[in-house]
Antibody
Framework: EVQLVESGGGLVQPGRSLKLSCAAS????????MAWVRQAPKKGLEWVAT????????YYPDSVKGRFTISRDNAKSSLYLQMNSLKSEDTATYYC?????????????WGQGTLVTVSS | DIQMTQSPSSMSASLGDRVTITCQAS??????LIWFQQKPGKSPRPMIY???NLANGVPSRFSGSRSGSDYSLTISSLESEDMADYHC?????????FGAGTKLELK
């Protein structure tokens, strides 16, 4: 059974940093692209980042480019999201998602999410 | 960036009704569209992928269709467990973009 378990969320002040983790199990982690998707309270979903199987290619929307960094450790079956220079508008539940084996693929499995609150 | 215009933003329907939710793409996305269902406090669940394909375990009353740049999710006969938020996502090109979501409620 595919499982994705996020951790690392919490309350953080504007301008500070936070690193999220996602522990994956139930599949061969190194074979799949992975992604982060977020959802602000009472709002829609927003794609945040995607990383290739080896970690050599990453993709971001303009809203987080230069501030967020997605990475992975295939030996540990873990995905990460380093978030710097956090803003109040980054407040959201962050979901880890498993994509497919290609760069263009959909999110078949999701974690339960971890809440990040950016506030002073 | 590709804009996904989803409608309606909310709707109420009765049990047994036929319900249709639509997303319109601002550029060609082919069939690279997925529909998610999301219940309160839960993560999104894939329902339809590649515009028309039923995801694993999804009841057959759900279906997806495409007409040009318009993509639809249809529930043929609404059941109480279908009350949820529904989101579309285009995965044709980066940045991936979601529709704004549809809240489906019981009338």
């Amino acid at each position: 059974e595919v499982q994705l378990v996020e951790s690392g969320g919490g309350l953080v002040q504007p301008g500070r940093s936070l690193k999220l983790s996602c522990a994956a199990s139930g599949f061969t982690f190194s074979n799949y692209y992975m992604a982060w998707v977020r959802q602000a309270p009472k709002k829609g979903l927003e794609w945040v980042a995607t990383i290739s199987t080896s970690g050599s290619r990453t993709y971001y929307p303009d809203s987080v480019k230069g501030r967020f960094t997605i990475s992975r450790d295939n030996a540990k079956s873990s995905l990460y999201l380093q978030m710097n220079s956090l803003k109040s508008e980054d407040t959201a539940t962050y979901y880890c998602a498993r994509a497919g084996v290609a760069a263009i693929s959909w999110f078949a499995y999701w974690g339960q999410g971890t809440l990040v609150t950016v506030s002073s | 960036d590709i804009q996904m215009t989803q409608s309606p933003s909310s709707m109420s329907a009765s049990l047994g009704d036929r319900v249709t939710i639509t997303c319109q793409a601002s550029q060609d996305i082919g069939n690279n569209l997925i529909w998610f269902q999301q219940k309160p406090g839960k993560s999104p669940r894939p329902m339809i992928y590649y515009a028309t394909n039923l995801a694993n375990g999804v009841p057959s009353r759900f279906s997806g269709s495409r007409s040009g740049s318009d993509y639809s999710l249809t529930i043929s006969s609404l059941e109480s467990e279908d009350m949820a938020d529904y989101h579309c996502l285009q995965y044709k090109q980066y940045p991936y973009t979601f529709g704004a979501g549809t809240k489906l409620e019981l009338k």
